[in-house]
């Protein structure tokens, strides 16, 4: 057997130190802490972002790796969330309504599913665009409800069949084969002006979540949302252009 270094293992600990903030947001919701329960689940977003860049940084991606990212995933973007928005907006909402947000739990399952057969390599080969949008994203969008009431926009709970048509298109987003934008192409480097600008952009980012946390991540959901036709345009126009360069080639 293999011996662990541990650089090979400094990706794992950040992926079970972001199951930890998905058991919190759970123990969260069922205490009634929403607004703790919400901040756990981001932070567990960007551990799952964290363990990805230091896996590829260390060149210690594994088998392992990727089913423990996998399971956690499933937890910390899948259940936790689900659970959060049945407590806290769709509880005393009828039958319909409650299976609705809990099927979300199902089409994570099945993406991750997915996933992991690799049925998405198959189906797009692009590095710039996910089949279907992620689990994180799916998660932080049906998540965007609660945020609204925090702000005082009780839409959610006041029309819960409203609510529930939109938790189930962004449950089907999750298993669709619609294109979305990865953002796997960036990459840092300091010298370069555009990650400069980069840096800045996440610099007064984090400023408005420490001054707005509810605004600034209703806003970037609402942004994620409007990034959906523009990704499948772009998708489109990708295409178009490599069919063109092989039949170029071809002539």
């Given at each position: 057997?293999?011996?662990?270094?541990?650089?090979?293992?400094?990706?794992?600990?950040?992926?079970?130190?972001?199951?930890?903030?998905?058991?919190?947001?759970?123990?969260?919701?069922?205490?009634?802490?929403?607004?703790?329960?919400?901040?756990?689940?981001?932070?567990?977003?960007?551990?799952?972002?964290?363990?990805?860049?230091?896996?590829?940084?260390?060149?210690?991606?594994?088998?392992?790796?990727?089913?423990?990212?996998?399971?956690?995933?499933?937890?910390?973007?899948?259940?936790?969330?689900?659970?959060?928005?049945?407590?806290?907006?769709?509880?005393?909402?009828?039958?319909?309504?409650?299976?609705?947000?809990?099927?979300?739990?199902?089409?994570?399952?099945?993406?991750?599913?997915?996933?992991?057969?690799?049925?998405?390599?198959?189906?797009?080969?692009?590095?710039?665009?996910?089949?279907?949008?992620?689990?994180?994203?799916?998660?932080?969008?049906?998540?965007?409800?609660?945020?609204?009431?925090?702000?005082?926009?009780?839409?959610a709970y006041e029309t819960p069949i409203i609510?529930?048509?939109?938790?189930?298109?962004?449950g089907s987003l999750l298993v669709s084969k619609?294109?979305?934008?990865?953002?796997?192409?960036?990459?840092?480097q300091l010298k370069k002006f555009k990650d400069?600008?980069?840096?800045?952009?996440?610099?007064?980012?984090?400023?408005?979540?420490?001054?707005?946390?509810?605004?600034?991540?209703?806003?970037?959901?609402?942004?994620?949302?409007?990034?959906?036709?523009?990704?499948?345009?772009?998708?489109?126009?990708?295409?178009?252009?490599?069919?063109?360069?092989?039949?170029?080639?071809?002539?």
């Amino acid at each position: 057997m293999n011996k662990l270094s541990f650089r090979s293992i400094i990706p794992n600990i950040t992926t079970l130190i972001g199951l930890c903030f998905g058991i919190l947001a759970i123990c969260f919701a069922l205490s009634g802490q929403f607004q703790l329960s919400v901040i756990c689940i981001l932070m567990a977003s960007i551990c799952d972002v964290l363990d990805g860049r230091l896996s590829r940084f260390l060149k210690s991606e594994s088998k392992l790796g990727a089913e423990l990212d996998s399971l956690a995933d499933f937890l910390n973007f899948g259940i936790a969330p689900s659970i959060l928005i049945y407590i806290s907006l769709m509880q005393n909402a009828g039958l319909i309504e409650r299976i609705a947000v809990l099927s979300f739990i199902v089409f994570s399952c099945l993406r991750l599913a997915r996933f992991n057969a690799d049925i998405d390599g198959k189906i797009n080969k692009s590095t710039n665009f996910f089949t279907g949008i992620p689990t994180p994203a799916g998660a932080g969008l049906i998540l965007l409800p609660l945020i609204h009431s925090f702000l005082g926009f009780n839409w959610a709970y006041e029309t819960p069949i409203i609510a529930s048509i939109y938790f189930l298109i962004i449950g089907s987003l999750l298993v669709s084969k619609v294109p979305t934008f990865s953002g796997k192409q960036i990459r840092f480097q300091l010298k370069k002006f555009k990650d400069l600008k980069i840096i800045v952009c996440v610099f007064l980012f984090v400023i408005c979540m420490i001054n707005s946390p509810w605004i600034t991540l209703s806003l970037v959901g609402l942004s994620y949302i409007v990034s959906i036709p523009l990704s499948i345009r772009a998708w489109i126009n990708e295409k178009d252009l490599d069919k063109n360069s092989s039949d170029t080639l071809e002539i």
